[in-house]
């Protein structure tokens, strides 16, 4: 399958999810999702009709975000909430734009995706610059979004809520801690001219956005106290 038709296939499921039935049929939604499985089937990770037992881990968190989505297609808001929705068409997202193999083209198709929506917006006489600038904003705050709810999936609550086996600090002090280590990390990296094999200055800099975030969740958490 091409990389612009899953390009299309985001497209029309973010805007089912936003605009509803009344925009897109659900039957074209379920054909974008379809389109889906059967990329996946193409990329060597098929969860199609494949029992559970033999899904890795990888698949399952595939097949799980799928079955969100269907489940929203069909029954709507009385049971998947949109934003669980979001979330699965963007983890999806940012999971295919993980794959080494077809990461570039898709991200190229992507952009040409966003490009033609707003050229056929009836907006299009605003600066269309402008609009797509917006667009790449909503996009990358949707990429660290994803990021930071899979990472606390994967390993807890651990910067918001620290096991305090040495450190006593409050969970605010320790977020500031880790945002100089990055900023450290960073400098370093960008004075000397060098690149660590573990982690790039792409994700440090990654890293360090997400603990900002973090920190903004932290002082709200402790506002609220």
């Not at 000397?192 to 990654?206: A, F, H, L, T």
Request: glycine share 2%; hydrophobic share 40%.
């Amino acid at each position: 399958m091409e990389a612009y038709s899953i390009a299309d296939c985001f497209i029309t499921l973010e805007d089912f999810i936003i605009k509803g039935n009344k925009v897109i049929d659900e039957t074209i939604a379920l054909q974008a999702l379809n389109n889906l499985n059967n990329f996946f089937v193409v990329a060597g990770k098929s969860v199609v009709n494949t029992t559970s037992a033999n899904l890795t881990d990888e698949e399952k968190m595939i097949d799980n975000h799928l079955q969100v989505i269907e489940t929203f297609i069909d029954e709507g808001a009385t049971a998947i909430r949109r934003y669980q929705a979001e979330q699965s068409v963007n983890i999806i997202k940012y999971y295919i734009k993980g794959l080494s193999h077809i990461s570039k083209k898709f991200k190229e198709e992507w952009q040409k995706a966003k490009d033609k929506e707003v050229i056929n917006n009836e907006e299009t006489n605003k600066d269309v610059k402008q609009y797509n600038t917006q667009l790449l904003i909503a996009e990358v705050c949707d990429e660290i979004k994803v990021m930071l709810l899979d990472k606390n999936q994967k390993y807890g609550n651990s910067a918001l809520s620290p096991k305090r086996i040495f450190s006593k600090a409050s969970f605010i002090e320790q977020i500031n801690v880790r945002i100089d280590d990055k900023l450290s990390r960073i400098e370093n990296m960008v004075r000397n001219n060098i690149e660590d094999k573990s982690e790039s200055i792409n994700d440090s800099i990654e890293d360090l956005i997400g603990y900002l975030v973090l920190r903004k969740v932290a002082k709200k958490i402790n506002q609220e106290k």
